[in-house]
């Protein structure tokens, strides 16, 4: 155990944590060595806390949501890794406006307000990310995304407390927040605009997304979902597929052979499978098409 890490047992004192936890157990591509600290704080002021310790130990430190888009390398991850818990997994409805903590599950909450007549987040009822995670990315699917309904955000930054930010403040873009190059600010609460519509509608909504995402995707694998940027002109699966590379194989690592644009763990992959996977993809790509395959996922952690 490290100076800091038995620190963390008597300073973090009454708060859920965890040392040396694997990030295997935390992503769903079911990759990744331990992070030192996992913290998992209930209340605004339990993540002013665990920053507080962050600071005082100069530990680096990041976000988990549902894992659903990070790589972690086999490793881990050095210092500390923030899963937000109890109050931030609430959410509430007024009229068509939602407040929703930013650890709830997108999906969750998409058919749940889609069960009550509410439509704008039908298109989000199979992204298996958090609420947080979702303004990141400004996540999408099926022609919608964050985005689209999204009026305004709630962020702590260390030492500086709660802060609300109005959508044009977001920098949201496809696949891109502000919060992605503004490392030090936490997404706690996110409000979003729905609109009033038979539930009978918006229920078909989600049964038909769920329908096609099933018939397309290998879901009943772990993956992090698509793993390249969408390149101008071009769709990913298709290319890697035209590429005849549907099923190639390196160590654990697939090339799913439902979906060519997601990278699925066989078993036991590592993540230095799934990255040499990613280069092979890359190289033969730029090879045949002459396009560059930018990875969306992130990855992160130690070789
Ligand atoms: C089967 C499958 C299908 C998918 N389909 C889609 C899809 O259709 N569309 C799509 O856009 N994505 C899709 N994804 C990818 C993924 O679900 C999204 O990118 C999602 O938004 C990630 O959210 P998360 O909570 O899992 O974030 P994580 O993967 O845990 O983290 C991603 C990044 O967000 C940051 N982050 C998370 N929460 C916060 C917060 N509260 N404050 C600050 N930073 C935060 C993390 O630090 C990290 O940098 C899919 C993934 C899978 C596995």
Known sequence: ??????????????????????????????????????????????????????????????????????????????????????????????????????????????????????????????IPGTVGGGVYMNAGAYGGEIA??????????????????????????????????????????????LRPESAELTRARVDEFTRARAGKQPLEMPSAGSVFRRPEGYYVGPLIEAAGLKGFTIGGAQVSTKHAGFIVNTGGATARDVLSLIAHIQKVIKERNGVDLIPEIKVLGEE
């Open 148 to 193: 689209d309904v999204v009026v305004k955000v709630q962020a702590v930054k260390e030492a500086r407390g709660a802060v609300w930010f109005a959508k044009d403040e977001l920098g949201l873009g496809y696949r891109l927040s502000r919060f992605q190059t503004e490392s030090d600010l936490v997404i706690t609460k996110v409000g979003f605009n």
């Open 1 to 126: 155990m490290t100076d800091w890490q038995e620190k963390a047992l008597r300073d973090l004192e009454g708060l859920s944590f965890s040392l040396n936890k694997p990030m295997a157990e935390l992503t769903t591509f079911k990759i990744g060595g331990p992070i030192d600290l996992l913290a998992e704080p209930a209340t605004v002021s339990e993540l002013e806390r665990v920053l507080d310790f962050c600071a005082a130990h100069k530990l680096p430190w990041m976000i988990i949501g549902a894992g659903s888009n990070l790589l972690v390398r086999d490793k881990g991850i050095r210092g500390a890794g923030i899963k937000l818990a109890g109050e931030f997994t609430e959410w509430a409805v007024n009229g068509t406006t939602v407040e929703a903590g930013a650890g709830v599950l997108l999906a969750d909450l998409a058919k749940a307000v889609s069960e009550r007549g509410l439509s704008g987040l039908e298109f989000a009822c199979g």
